[in-house]
Structure formats: C-alpha cells, structure tokens
C-alpha cells in the first residue's frame, strides 16, 4: 500500500536579499517539497542526476511514545517541479530512520534506509525506483542482508555510472559487522571490515573501474583508528584495510573519502582531543604519486588548537584535497567555516569563510561543481545555536537548534544567505549534492509561518552564468 503523488506542483520560498556577487542572472529559487503523510520532516538525504533531476528521500513522523512512526518517502523535481513522489506505509508505531539515496547515470535512484520497532531492534532495506515510468512499478523493499538482522547503526549508498553499492551493518554472533551489496553493475557482496572489531560511521566512493572505497572508524572507544580499504580486485571481501592513529582514546570524526582525478583515494578526519583537535587529510598512494608530493596534509593552526564541531567533509577538485569544517580556536568563542585549499606549493594556512563572531555555523559540507567554467567547489552550511536542553531540543540533537542556510561558490566572497530560520527549536538536517554542472541543497524548516510542520526545503544553481538557462 502506498501513498503516491505524480506531476505535483511545488510552492515557491522567499529568498534573503543576499546574493551570490558577480554569479548569478537571477535569484535562485527556494521551495518546500509536498509531504505525503502531512506529518513533520525528521531527516533528509539528496542525490543529484547527470541531467540535473534531484532525487530527495525523507522520513515524515508523528505520534509519540507506543504510536511514534515514521515513514518513508522518496521524491523526484525536475524543470523546478515535483514529477514523481511515493511513501511507504509504516504500522504504527513502527518506523525508518537513516534514509540515504544515490543515483546512477540512468537516472535510476536507489534508497536505503532502517525499518526499526524500537531504537534497538531496525533492519536494512534498499528499493529501486526506475528513471523510466516508476508510476508503474510498485517499489519493493529488499533487504540488504540475506536474513533480517539487527542493523546497530546508519546504511550509506553510493552510485557512479552504472554502478550503485550501498554499506551496512549487520549483528552476528553478539559483533557489529561492516559489510556491503552492490546493487546495480554486478552482484558483489562481503565484508568492509574483516574484523570483528566495532566499525562505525562509513564513507564510500566508487572509481571509474566501477570497484568501491571506503573509510571508517574502528574500535571505538578504545584504540580507536581510522581505516580504508577497496574491493579492487575482489569478488567478495574487501582488501585488508590500511589503518591510522591507533592507539590512543581519543575521538575520531567520521573519515570522508573522495578521489581525485585520478581515482586516487584520500581520506580526512579529524582527532579531537578536547579544544587541541587535528585535521588529517591522507593520500593512499605513494608519496611521489600524491598531491605536494606528500601522503599526509596536517591543517595547520591559526590561533592554538582547533576545537572542530562535528565532522570535516572533503572533496577533490581535480587533483587537489578541499576540506571544510567549522571550528573554534583560542580567540574564536564561536564556531566559524574553515576552508583548506592546500595550493601545488607553498604555505597551506586555510581560508577562514566566516566571521560572524556572534552565532556557530553548523559543520558544512562541499561538493564540486563540473561545468564549461571549470571545477568549481560548493560549500554549504546552517548556522545554530544552543538552547537548554528540555522540549524545545531537536531529537537526537538536546540543546542544538539549527538555523539559517548558508550557500558559498568558489571564493569567500561569494557567500549569500539562501533561508533565514524561522525560529525554531525543532529544524534539523542539511544535505548538499552535485553531479556535473547540477548544484543542490535541501534541509528542514517549518513549511510556513502558519503550518507549524516541518518540510524538506531546497534550492540548486538553476539560474548561475555559467550554466544553461534551461531550469532542471
């Protein structure tokens, strides 16, 4: 049973004043995506087609305690409006969390996340939902292991050409197991981590070849590590892994793996160690055949140590690492955006993006931007604040409330405001995608100020000068 809407018609948003200076002919459009349940957005994932279609998947909820449910629903916009939606049917008191989606050149979108009866007790599933007439099939929720077992944490999906891998996690024998399915271009599957070792917090990127990398953290929260690791090579398992900083207790953001031009793999995370923390970004390939000539970048310090919030997010452009990550040090009070953009030679201080000395900005995410100007890297990010932890604090996030939306294009400079918070306590996630000259955005905030539910917003690049002005 499902809920399905066709052909729907989105609402325009209003956009702050501010402007992407010197890139834009117009002003970007800012819209809500139509729930289907009319229940609240909880969490959002996006994928960016190579014909500029955005495939978005949500959880929608209500209720609460013994009735709290979730369900499903994946989302497709094209030329500015919503031509394909769908939601699952969830029993109540039953519900998903950890949706993720990915989409191959063909346009098939393929969506992963848990089924859960309680925050203890969630199975994996994945679904296909075609380019071509996805109206006339009804969606199947497959599992992603061979049986229904405890998942323990989030699933991850990857998609490149005609190739889509998602990782998960499975219990066996009272261990968490990393393991992983292909589930288009061929039919490997096995473990990620051949240990029985506590993995968490994967990240996965698929080369030309069509062979999955992967990092993680292992053996929290003693000796923790960082690993990578690919299946080039193997049907099954995957390669015995390259492992890091093992030895110590401290925390390890999750490792975010990218691979340049190339398909060289590199990795970056941070140590945090209190307000002393360490940005590491490593290349997985000798030291003559890596960027600068060095396997290891260190960002380093500005003023004292970094104290990072969340994690750091890497993208390559080209043949150079970019990571971005919001951070403190000893005489910012608040967090700003850092940008390290390491040049082929000389000094690599990052780039501070902010100075709001008054509010935090959220961890950002970058993606790279593939057009006739060239690669040009996108950064995105919500500003937030902390609250005092009682019923106005997020779930999942006690004392955290999210706020405006922040978009950047290549420099500094180019900074505008895309949403201005409505207020709340209760808005959550962001997600930024791309694929090729094709930007996007999405993330939750109430759907009007008279509709106190909230929605999944989004905007992409439809109107920026080096594109088409055809709108996708």
């Known amino acids: 049973m499902s809920i399905r809407r066709c052909a729907a018609t989105m609402l325009a948003g209003v956009l702050s004043a501010g402007l992407l200076s010197g890139c834009i002919l117009g002003v970007a459009p800012v819209q809500f995506l139509p729930r289907e349940a009319f229940a609240s957005v909880e969490e959002v994932a996006l994928a960016v087609g190579a014909n500029g279609v955005k495939h978005y998947a949500w959880t929608e909820c209500f209720g609460e305690d013994a009735t709290y449910t979730c369900v499903l629903v994946y989302s497709r916009v094209a030329t500015g409006a919503v031509i394909y939606s769908y939601g699952f049917v969830t029993p109540i008191g039953n519900f998903t969390r950890y949706p993720d989606v990915a989409v191959t050149d063909s346009g098939d979108a393929y969506v992963v996340r848990s089924e859960c009866t309680d925050f203890n007790d969630c199975v994996d599933y994945w679904t296909v939902f075609p380019a071509i007439n996805p109206g006339g099939v009804e969606p199947v929720a497959n599992l992603l292991h061979t049986s229904e077992v405890d998942s323990e944490d989030s699933p991850v999906v990857v998609a490149r050409g005609t190739d889509a891998y998602a990782a998960h996690f499975v219990t066996e024998s009272g261990f968490v197991r990393l393991r992983y399915r292909q589930l288009t271009g061929g039919s490997r599957t096995g473990y990620i981590d051949g240990t029985t070792q506590l993995p968490i917090e994967p990240s996965l990127a698929i080369d030309a070849d069509g062979d999955l990398h992967a990092a993680w953290i292992r053996n929290p929260p003693a000796d923790t590590l960082v690993a990578y690791a690919n299946n080039k090579g193997a049907a099954g398992n995957f390669n015995a892994p390259t492992v890091f900083d093992g030895g110590f207790d401290y925390v390890m953001t999750r490792p975010d793996v990218a691979?340049?031009?190339?398909?060289?793999?590199?990795?970056?995370?941070?140590?945090?160690?209190?307000?002393?923390?360490?940005?590491?970004?490593?290349?997985?390939?000798?030291?003559?055949?890596?960027?600068?000539?060095?396997?290891?970048?260190?960002?380093?310090?500005?003023?004292g140590g970094w104290n990072v919030y969340r994690n750091v997010d890497l993208e390559m452009i080209g043949l150079q690492p970019q990571v971005v990550f919001a951070a403190t040090h000893d005489s910012e009070t608040h967090n700003e955006v850092w940008w390290f953009r390491p040049p082929s030679a000389g000094g690599i201080d990052p780039t501070r993006v902010t100075n709001t000395t008054n509010e935090n900005e959220g961890a950002p995410r970058i993606v790279g931007e593939n057009s006739t100007a060239g690669d040009i890297p996108v950064v995105g990010w919500r500003t937030y604040e902390l609250n005092a932890v009682g019923s106005q604090a997020p779930t999942g996030n006690p004392g955290t409330c999210f706020g405006d939306v922040f978009v950047l294009f290549s420099s500094?400079?180019?900074?505008?405001?895309?949403?201005?918070?409505?207020?709340?306590?209760?808005?959550?996630?962001f997600d930024l995608a791309a694929n090729g000259p094709w930007v996007a955005g999405v993330w939750t905030d109430e759907e009007s100020a008279q509709i106190e539910a909230h929605a999944a917003w989004t905007t992409f690049n439809t109107y920026r000068v080096d594109l088409p002005l055809v709108k996708k």
């Open 259 to 303: 691979l340049d031009s190339d398909e060289r793999a590199y990795i970056a995370y941070s140590i945090n160690i209190g307000s002393d923390d360490t940005i590491k970004v490593r290349c997985q390939d000798t030291f003559s055949d890596c960027y600068r000539d060095v396997t290891l970048l260190t960002v380093p310090e500005v003023d």
């Open 412 to 429: 500094t400079s180019n900074m505008r405001q895309v949403f201005e918070d409505r207020g709340t306590c209760a808005n959550s996630g």
